[in-house]
């Protein structure tokens, strides 16, 4: 069993050295990208499914609450949480899409709408992509694997490059965490 553990703890360190290697830049440019668009008064919407709407209600926690410092509350909003929309917009109109109207609804030009997703192929988060589009809402996809679908849909991506979803899922929380550490650093 604790070989198991010591193999784990090798493919993460091993994952997170290739993060620090490879994604940092596109990882600032994203925490800078969403600054801006607070600071222009325009909103972050984020999704998922499973543990990723648990990742993505998490990131918007930190925004709204606070990540480390005190400061005002930002202007942000999980697509995840409201069980009457999900519930009725997925009986009337199907699963695949309870994020898309949402985004339909509440996306105007210049916010931004972070999908995350271990595999890429969430189709809700697929049809949110391409109604993000439709509206002018700048599309981040925080996804693992080939970044499947998603990763042509959306106008920024970062892709943990890993097919293990616990480790995909432990990149991605750093990822958020950062791009909240960065997004108060960045504060005007």
């Not at 198991?4 to 050295?17: C, T, W």
């Not at 990742?55 to 709204?64: G, I, P, R």
């Not at 069980?83 to 994020?99: E, H, K, M, P, R």
Request: with cysteine; proline share 3%; hydrophobic share 40%.
């Amino acid at each position: 069993m604790e070989d198991k553990i010591r193999g784990d703890i090798d493919q993460h360190i091993a994952l997170f050295q290739k993060v620090r290697e490879e994604m940092l830049p596109e990882v600032v440019a994203i925490a800078r990208l969403m600054r801006r668009a607070l600071d222009d008064g325009r909103k972050i919407m984020a999704a998922g499914n499973g543990g990723s709407a648990a990742d993505a209600q998490h990131f918007v926690a930190e925004l709204v609450g606070r990540y480390l410092k005190e400061r005002p509350p930002l202007n942000a909003v999980a697509l995840t949480t409201d069980t009457s929309i999900l519930t009725a917009v997925g009986n009337d109109y199907g699963y695949d899409q309870v994020f898309s109207r949402q985004v339909g609804g509440l996306g105007q030009p210049g916010d931004i709408f972070l999908a995350v997703s271990t595999s890429g192929n969430s189709a809700n988060l697929v049809r949110a992509l391409e109604t993000a589009r439709e509206k002018g809402v700048v599309s981040v996809a925080l996804v693992g694997k080939t970044g499947g679908k998603m990763k042509d849909l959306a106008d920024h991506v970062i892709l943990v490059p890993s097919d293990c979803t616990p480790r995909i899922q432990e990149a991605q929380q750093w990822i958020w965490h950062t791009w909240c550490d960065l997004i108060d650093q960045l504060a005007s």
